[in-house]
Nanobody, 124 residues
């Protein structure tokens, strides 16, 4: 069992920036792809960004491209989501998830471990 501890959410004004972190309880998670999903009220969970096991390949959704960056530190067992130029529509609960394998996919079903979620609210 892998536990994921997310941190860094909060309230920010439009145009502001936040950095989310996801720390895994086991080093074995460093061999798996990791993704950030988000879910806004009454909306489906959507993939925001993903990174494969060694950071060699990443994905960022079109809605956040150019504003969000995903990275990982395999030694620390931590994955980061740097968010800038935040918009009100970025408001959601953000979840970190570890994939079943070394490469990422778009479906939530491909991910076996999930964090508890961290709230990001973009509002003036």
């Amino acid at each position: 069992q892998v536990q994921l501890i997310e941190s860094g959410g909060g309230l920010v004004q439009p145009g502001g920036a936040l950095s989310l972190s996801c720390a895994a309880s086991k080093r074995t998670a460093s061999n798996n792809a990791v993704a950030w999903f988000r879910q806004a009220p009454e909306k489906e969970r959507e993939l925001v960004a993903a990174i494969d096991w060694n950071g060699g390949r990443t994905f960022v959704a079109d809605s956040v491209k150019g504003r969000f960056t995903i990275s990982r530190d395999r030694v620390k067992g931590t994955v980061y989501l740097q968010m800038s130029s935040l918009k009100p529509e970025d408001t959601a609960v953000y979840y970190c998830a570890v994939a079943r394998g070394a490469v990422y996919g778009h479906s939530p079903n491909l991910y076996q471990y999930w964090g508890q979620g961290t709230q990001v609210t973009v509002s003036s």
